[in-house]
């Protein structure tokens, strides 16, 4: 079956250092991959998408490349803020009779001032 | 209008109560669905209905009952729960198309219903 495996927090860094959050995925067929946020107290937000091989999915200064050779969706930003402080999930999407979502088991990360 | 609204937003029900957590979007989304969320878990997913049809149900107990009575809303009933079904309930919504390109669309969440069975 489909599955989504992120790298374990929770993670700590400093304001304007630069992160990477890991995730690789396995799946049939043509997935597409999310990231989703969520702030305390919330729901989850879209944060970007990639629906096929070498797409760039980008918003807020986070980026992820959809890497079917290695398998990977990995999410970065080059300098964080204390905003950014959040949970990550990175998530993979199919359609098995209707669209499922199945997702990693979430990044917390903190950033410090 | 890009929101999922849920109500309530907290809940405490005891073990022998009946209540609904309901969920609107006026999207135009013909796919719902309900995740359920544990403390420090990634959402696992419920239940999916597509054009107001029960397409996926993940194996929940049927102390769960879904219903959808339009394309616009969503409704969890809610009866003889256990301590154990405490957690984050959400609500999603997105644009149903078919085939390989139906996997392509975002889901849009709300904040979550925060039950507590005691």
């Known amino acids: 079956g489909n599955s989504v495996t992120q790298m374990e927090g929770p993670v700590t860094l400093s304001e304007e250092a630069f992160l990477t959050i890991n995730c690789t995925y396995t799946?049939?067929?043509?997935?597409?991959l999310f990231w989703y946020v969520q702030y305390p107290g919330e729901g989850l937000q879209l944060l970007l998408k990639?629906?096929?091989?070498?797409d760039k999915g980008s918003n807020k200064g986070f980026e992820a490349t959809y890497r079917k050779e290695t398998t990977s969706f990995h999410l970065e930003k080059g300098s964080v803020q204390v905003s950014d402080s959040a949970v990550y999930f990175c998530a993979l999407s199919s359609f098995q009779g209707a669209q499922k979502l199945v997702f990693g088991q979430g990044t917390r990360l903190t950033i410090n001032p | 209008d890009t929101e999922v609204t849920q109500t309530p937003k907290h809940l405490v029900m005891g073990m022998t109560n009946k209540k609904s957590l309901k969920c609107e979007q006026h999207?135009?989304?013909?796919?719902m669905y309900w995740y359920k969320q544990k403390a420090k878990k990634p959402p696992e997913l419920m239940f999916v209905y597509s054009y107001e049809k029960l397409s996926i149900n993940e194996s929940v107990p049927s102390r769960f009952s879904p219903e959808c009575p339009n394309s616009s809303l969503l409704n969890l009933h809610l009866h003889a729960l256990q301590p154990e079904d405490s957690a984050l309930y959400l609500c999603?919504?997105?644009?149903?198309?078919?085939?390989?390109?139906?996997?392509?669309?975002?889901?849009?969440f709300g904040q979550g219903t925060r039950l507590t069975v005691v």
């Open positions: 990639a629906t096929k091989a070498d």
């Open positions: 999603a919504s997105s644009q149903e198309i078919e085939g390989l390109a139906g996997a392509r669309n975002e889901a849009f």
């Open positions: 799946a049939t067929g043509y997935p597409s």
């Open positions: 999207m135009g989304h013909r796919a």
